[in-house]
Every structure is written in structure tokens, then in C-alpha cells.
């Protein structure tokens, strides 16, 4: 079975949203108090969950046509995502070693992509 | 002096901070990756059995429900994470990240072995390079968590 562009597109879109999922969470958690209540009530908390969950029905739809062992390392995009949010949002330097691994990353993703054919 | 059948002075703390030791965290990592990878297998047998849903416009509900590969998948999912969670909280970051890699390393043997896809060079490659970048993302020699 070959893998339509349009499942890698749609985990690829599943990465994207994902990584939005772990921004609202780190917010949120930033914010959480002993009180349960507050745990309840953090929308920020709740956004990052509900963005996880969307993420995963887009990654469900991309797995109906296409081969796993393809689509699944795809998710590794969310990787790159998160920390370049993670430097946007909230300051955290980049390191040598983060550039590096994200190198090997994007390096990674470009093979299996030429892999496709 | 100790006197049998009184307690000591100090009372124990109503709840002891348990932690786990490095071995353990390891442990804790590399289940947690057997349980991520069964669950992409679930989600992609899941997502072949046609239930996510819509079909022509009308919306299958009792094909959701009783999708199980799909709740299966999202159990072993769910416990993925907490023993993710679990072992970040006393593990090391740099330890225990080249070992999450090891989830692709179980997709990529249970796709070809399950699913029947093609292995190839290039997937090979590909996951390679991929399992390195994130071994090297977590090598922060930071501790996890606070």
C-alpha cells in the first residue's frame, strides 16, 4: 500500500496542532495550586488536553490509508515545533545540542519522505 | 536507648516521598514504550476498520463505540504516558530519552511483521537518524521536572 501525500499531510497537521496541545499545558501547569479546584477550571490545562485530542483524530484519519512504519516517525515533526514554540513562548534558549538534534530529525523525516516512491 | 513497643520520637510523615531508582525509571521507560507501540499497531488496525466514523455524510456512532482496536489503543496509550510521566519524575532527561526512541524501533518491527509493509533502506535510514535526534534532544543533562 502505498502512503497518499495527503495522510502525511494530515500527520504532519497532527504534529502542529499537537505541539499547540503541549504549549497550553506547560502554561497551565505553570498555574496549578493545591487546590483541585483550580486543576478543573485551568482552561489552559483544558486547551492543551482538547488540542491533544484533535491532534489525534487528524493522526487517526492519516492512518486509514498508508503504511505505519512510515507514518508513525512522521510524528517526530511535533518535536521540531515544540521547541521553536518552546523558545517563542517561553524564552528557553536553543542549545547546540537541540539544533543538532533537530537536524537529525529533519534529516530523518527528508529520508523517509525520499523513501516514498 | 531503645525500648521495644514504643514508637520512636519521630513519627513517620503521613506520606513518604516514594521514589523510584534509576534501574527502575529505565524499567518504567522501556514499558512505556512496548505500551506506545502496541498502541500505534491498535490505532492503525483501528483506522483500517473503516468505524472512524462519517460514512457518507451519516455519523456511525455504535462503529465508534465498538471499535475496540481503537479503545484498546487509547488504554495502552493512556498508560504509555503515565509511566512516561512516572519515570520522568525521578529519571533523568538524557537517560531516558534515547530509550523512547526505542517506541520506533517496535512500530517499525510490528509493521512489517503484523501489517506486511515493505522494509526498506530508507525507512531504516530514516528511523535511524530520527532515533539519534531525539536521543541527542534529550541530552540536556538536565534533570526532569522541577
Same mark, same amino acid.
Request: overall charge positive; proline content about 4%; charged content about 10%.
Given at each position: 500500500?502505498?502512503?497518499?501525500?495527503?495522510?502525511?499531510?494530515?500527520?504532519?497537521?497532527?504534529?502542529?496542532?499537537?505541539?499547540?496541545?503541549?504549549?497550553?499545558?506547560?502554561?497551565?501547569?505553570?498555574?496549578?495550586?493545591? &487546590?483541585?479546584?483550580? @486543576?478543573? @477550571? &485551568?482552561?489552559?490545562?483544558?486547551?492543551?488536553?482538547?488540542?491533544?485530542?484533535?491532534?489525534?483524530?487528524?493522526?487517526?484519519?492519516? $492512518?486509514?490509508?498508508?503504511?505505519?512504519? @512510515?507514518?508513525?516517525?512522521?510524528?517526530? @515533526?511535533?518535536?521540531?515545533?515544540?521547541?521553536?514554540?518552546?523558545?517563542?513562548?517561553?524564552?528557553?534558549?536553543?542549545?547546540?545540542?537541540?539544533?543538532?538534534? $533537530?537536524?537529525?530529525?529533519?534529516?530523518?523525516?527528508?529520508?523517509? &519522505?525520499?523513501?516514498?516512491? | 536507648?531503645?525500648?521495644?513497643?514504643?514508637?520512636?520520637?519521630?513519627?513517620?510523615?503521613?506520606?513518604?516521598?516514594?521514589?523510584?531508582?534509576?534501574?527502575?525509571?529505565?524499567?518504567?521507560?522501556?514499558?512505556?514504550?512496548?505500551?506506545?507501540?502496541?498502541?500505534?499497531?491498535?490505532? =492503525?488496525?483501528?483506522?483500517?476498520?473503516?468505524?472512524?466514523?462519517?460514512? *457518507?455524510?451519516?455519523?456511525?456512532? +455504535?462503529?465508534?463505540?465498538?471499535?475496540?482496536?481503537?479503545?484498546?489503543?487509547?488504554?495502552?496509550?493512556?498508560?504509555?504516558?503515565?509511566? +512516561?510521566?512516572?519515570?520522568?519524575?525521578?529519571?533523568?532527561?538524557?537517560?531516558?530519552?534515547?530509550?523512547?526512541?526505542?517506541?520506533?524501533?517496535?512500530? +517499525?518491527?510490528?509493521?512489517?511483521?503484523?501489517?506486511?509493509?515493505?522494509?526498506?533502506?530508507? =525507512?531504516?535510514? *530514516?528511523?535511524?537518524?530520527?532515533?539519534?535526534?531525539?536521543?541527542?534532544?534529550? +541530552?540536556?543533562?538536565?534533570?526532569?521536572?522541577?
Amino acid at each position: 500500500m502505498k502512503t497518499p501525500v495527503e495522510s502525511i499531510l494530515l500527520v504532519l497537521f497532527a504534529s502542529f496542532i499537537g505541539s499547540f496541545g503541549a504549549v497550553f499545558l506547560k502554561w497551565g501547569a505553570g498555574r496549578i495550586s493545591r &487546590n483541585p479546584i483550580t @486543576l478543573l @477550571l &485551568n482552561w489552559r490545562l483544558a486547551s492543551g488536553v482538547a488540542l491533544y485530542l484533535i491532534s489525534t483524530v487528524f493522526y487517526l484519519m492519516a $492512518l486509514r490509508k498508508g503504511e505505519l512504519s @512510515l507514518l508513525f516517525p512522521m510524528v517526530s @515533526l511535533g518535536y521540531v515545533w515544540t521547541l521553536l514554540w518552546s523558545k517563542l513562548f517561553f524564552g528557553e534558549p536553543f542549545s547546540r545540542r537541540k539544533l543538532g538534534g $533537530l537536524a537529525l530529525i529533519f534529516a530523518g523525516l527528508v529520508v523517509l &519522505n525520499l523513501g516514498r516512491s | 536507648m531503645k525500648v521495644p513497643g514504643i514508637s520512636s520520637s519521630v513519627p513517620a510523615p503521613a506520606h513518604t516521598p516514594f521514589r523510584f531508582s534509576h534501574t527502575q525509571s529505565l524499567m518504567l521507560v522501556f514499558c512505556c514504550t512496548l505500551f506506545g507501540g502496541v498502541a500505534q499497531y491498535l490505532f =492503525k488496525r483501528c483506522s483500517a476498520q473503516t468505524a472512524l466514523v462519517v460514512q *457518507g455524510g451519516v455519523v456511525h456512532w +455504535m462503529a465508534l463505540f465498538t471499535n475496540y482496536p481503537l479503545w484498546t489503543g487509547l488504554c495502552c496509550y493512556g498508560i504509555s504516558t503515565l509511566l +512516561m510521566v512516572l519515570a520522568l519524575r525521578d529519571g533523568e532527561l538524557s537517560l531516558l530519552y534515547p530509550v523512547i526512541s526505542l517506541t520506533y524501533i517496535w512500530v +517499525m518491527f510490528m509493521s512489517v511483521l503484523l501489517l506486511h509493509e515493505p522494509l526498506t533502506v530508507w =525507512k531504516v535510514a *530514516g528511523v535511524s537518524l530520527i532515533c539519534f535526534g531525539v536521543g541527542l534532544l534529550g +541530552m540536556n543533562g538536565k534533570k526532569a521536572a522541577q
